[in-house]
């Protein structure tokens, strides 16, 4: 499997540091802590149904490439998943190697991501259509 280019944070790791390039606005719900003065899309947003049309697209940014299990699993297995989880996102030497490949972490827990969810599932149908349809 060819791999595409570094990201640029990898390839050109002084670009913000020296000024080459501005963030105009951060793509996702939370924001990146090397950009705290760098404005979130949904602070942009003019009214509540903005905003909630903006964290419904942008929620897939905090979800990233989420691990998923089968309905009906147990409590207690779930908790030991996302344990596990947060324990490799965590461990020493995991991070040095994703240090090395200059691979970002930031891993979010299980628990935010069932929350967003249920955050998400709540979004008012009408806003969803009119999301569809602007995304047509």
Request: charge should be positive; proline fraction near 12%.
């Amino acid at each position: 499997m060819k791999r595409g280019p570094p990201p640029p944070k990898a390839a050109h790791p002084d670009w913000l540091a020296e000024r080459k390039i501005a963030i105009l606005v951060q793509f996702a719900l939370a924001k990146h802590p090397e950009l705290p003065d760098v404005p979130l899309v949904i602070d942009l947003a003019k009214t509540d149904d903005q905003r909630k049309l903006l964290k419904f697209v942008f929620a897939r940014q905090v979800m990233g490439r989420p691990y998923l299990a089968p309905p009906g699993v147990p409590p207690a297995t779930v908790a030991a998943l996302r344990r596990a989880f947060m324990a490799t996102m965590a461990d020493k030497e995991f991070l040095a190697d994703a240090e090395r490949s200059k691979i970002e972490i930031t891993p979010v827990s299980g628990e935010r991501i069932q929350e967003l969810m249920a955050e998400l599932y709540k979004t008012p149908p009408e806003l969803t259509k009119r999301l569809a349809e602007m995304l047509r």
